[in-house]
């Protein structure tokens, strides 16, 4: 059973930035895409960021320039790190691993709340 473990979230001033981290255990970490969610209250959970195996990105409109993800295989960790936050990126934020499979798995989510 695949295990993914957030961290990173919390309170910050608009403008200011935080960095999530998703820990997956096993070792199919280097053979799974990995992707952040975030769902804010009340609104459908929405994708955020996307890293393939290869080390691709692709971003929502609403994040590019801002957030940035990246992965470390030797860690099995994934990373978002986010800059100029603003309120309207209050949210859960989860990671989702997927394998070649079509197969997921879900974190229990981090809260990022952007609040002055």
């Known amino acids: 059973q695949v295990q993914l473990v957030e961290s990173g979230g919390g309170l910050v001033q608009p403008g200011g930035s935080l960095r999530l981290s998703c820990a997956a255990s096993g070792s199919i970490f280097s053979i799974s895409a990995m992707d952040w969610y975030r769902q804010a209250p009340g609104k459908q959970r929405e994708l955020v960021a996307t890293?393939?195996?290869?080390?691709?990105?692709n971003y929502a409109d609403s994040v590019k320039g801002r957030f940035t993800i990246s992965r470390d295989n030797t860690e099995n960790t994934v990373y978002l790190q986010m800059n100029s936050l603003k309120p309207e990126d209050t949210a859960v934020y989860y990671c989702?691993?997927?394998?070649?499979?079509?197969?997921?798995?879900w974190g229990q989510g981090t809260q990022v709340t952007v609040s002055s």
């Open positions: 890293i393939t195996t290869g080390g691709s990105t």
């Open positions: 989702r691993l997927r394998l070649p499979d079509y197969r997921t798995y």
